[in-house]
């Protein structure tokens, strides 16, 4: 194992054992589920909007670590940014996965990059992504629950 995947493999542990912005926000001005069938990893994503700026997140939800420590490392990502700007993040990370050969948008990404080595692992791209899915959805306003299939 390389240094730096040790070191992504820590910030991975960490986010997991200690997730950021993990509760439920009562005042929420948007909110979504997500589920991801196939690792049964759930999520509930809360929203506060401020304008076009998201100026409040918080998650909860049970699953795998990757799920987990990929959702703490959304609220952290996206809190205080423009939706569009949360878009973007998410381009970059649904790229990193997806397309792991291109150069990674590093300005974008932050912990997250730390989630790479998923994109070996084509089932666990559903993990990593479903907070992300359950974001979108969010933003959206749509009632219905996002889902990795
Ligand atoms: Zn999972």
């Not at 589920?33 to 999520?43: A, E, W």
């Not at 609220?75 to 050969?101: C, D, N, W, Y």
Request: proline share 3%.
């Amino acid at each position: 194992m390389s240094d730096l995947s040790e070191l992504y493999q820590e910030i991975l542990l960490e986010h997991n054992s200690k997730p950021r912005n993990f509760y439920k926000l009562e005042e929420a001005d948007r909110s979504a589920d997500g589920f991801n069938p196939l690792c049964g990893d759930k999520i509930a994503l809360y929203l506060k909007l401020d304008g076009d700026i998201i100026s409040e997140v918080g998650f909860q939800g049970s699953g795998c670590a990757i799920s987990r420590a990929s959702a703490s490392m959304l609220t952290q990502s996206v809190k205080g940014q423009s939706v569009e700007r949360a878009e973007e993040i998410f381009g970059a990370f649904h790229r990193m996965l997806t397309e792991p050969g291109e150069e990674p948008d590093y300005d974008a990404l932050e912990d997250l990059e730390s989630l790479a080595g998923v994109a070996e692992f084509p089932t666990r791209i559903k993990c990593a992504i479903l907070a992300w899915h359950t974001l979108k959805a969010a933003l959206e306003g749509t009632q219905e629950s996002a889902t990795t299939e």
